[in-house]
Nanobody, 124 residues
Framework: QVRLVESGGGLVQAGGSLRLTCAAS????????MGWFRQAPRKEREFVAA????????YYADSLKDRFTISRDDAKSTVDLQINDLKPEDTGVYYC?????????????????WGQGTQVTVSS
């Protein structure tokens, strides 16, 4: 099991940027693919982005790939999500998750460990 703690959320105006960070502890971070999901009020949790072990591949939700960038630092056991040109529809809780299988990285059920989330609120 890996423990995940997200940070970096907050209130930002539309057009602004945020960098979310997920810090991992516990088992060897490099063994996991990592993903970010988000959940808007009254909506299902949805896939945002993922990065494979060793950062070999990155994946993004089709509608988000132009504004979101995922990266990882295995030496620090962190995974970041850079969000640019924020829009009000980006508002929600952003969750970091760990995927030991390193495949189906856009599939929520493949992630066995989750953080508590960090709130992102975008004002218009």
């Amino acid at each position: 099991q890996v423990r995940l703690v997200e940070s970096g959320g907050g209130l930002v105006q539309a057009g602004g940027s945020l960098r979310l960070t997920c810090a991992a502890s516990g088992r060897t971070f490099s063994q996991y693919a990592m993903g970010w999901f988000r959940q808007a009020p009254r909506k299902e949790r949805e896939f945002v982005a993922a990065i494979s072990r060793s950062a070999t591949y990155t994946y993004y939700a089709d509608s988000l790939k132009d504004r979101f960038t995922i990266s990882r630092d295995d030496a620090k056991s962190t995974v970041d999500l850079q969000i640019n040109d924020l829009k009000p529809e980006d508002t929600g809780v952003y969750y970091c998750a760990a995927n030991i299988w390193n495949f189906e990285l856009d599939t929520r059920s493949r992630y066995g460990d989750w953080g508590q989330g960090t709130q992102v609120t975008v004002s218009s």
